[in-house]
């Protein structure tokens, strides 16, 4: 009913940045929450950064001011642009959407996208 495709992950060096995109497609009437949450292994999925249908952004306190969270409306997309990466960012990242669909809501996560950060 509702795909995400993520994409822009790969390896970079400490201090480096990556952006990451996730485009949402489907039958959707609207997309109230899209988020970017990571799991590095051993470790729980944790959120990243969430942004509201009205632009509202939050983050974890370990990424402020490193990542910014943005996204286009007529696109259905979600970005995620980090800056200044530290190895400590090395996670498989996730996009999550909340959608407004026919029939009610609908809520999913991609299938990731590896970030590696090299010391």
């Known amino acids: 009913q509702v795909q995400l495709v993520e994409s822009g992950g790969g390896l970079v060096q400490a201090g480096g940045s990556l952006r990451l995109s996730c485009a949402a497609s489907?039958?959707?009437?609207?997309?109230?929450?899209m988020g970017w949450y990571r799991q590095a292994p051993g470790k729980q999925r944790e959120s990243v950064a969430v942004i509201t249908s009205g632009g509202s952004p939050n983050y974890v306190d370990s990424v402020k001011g490193r990542f910014t969270i943005s996204r286009d409306n007529a696109k259905n997309t979600v970005y995620l642009q980090m800056n200044s990466l530290k190895p400590e960012d090395t996670a498989v990242y996730y996009c999550?959407?909340?959608?407004?669909?026919?029939?009610?809501?609908?809520?999913?996560w991609g299938q990731g996208t590896q970030v590696t950060v090299s010391s």
């Open positions: 999550k959407a909340i959608c407004k669909v026919s029939g009610g809501s609908w809520s999913g």
């Open positions: 489907g039958s959707i009437f609207s997309i109230l929450v």
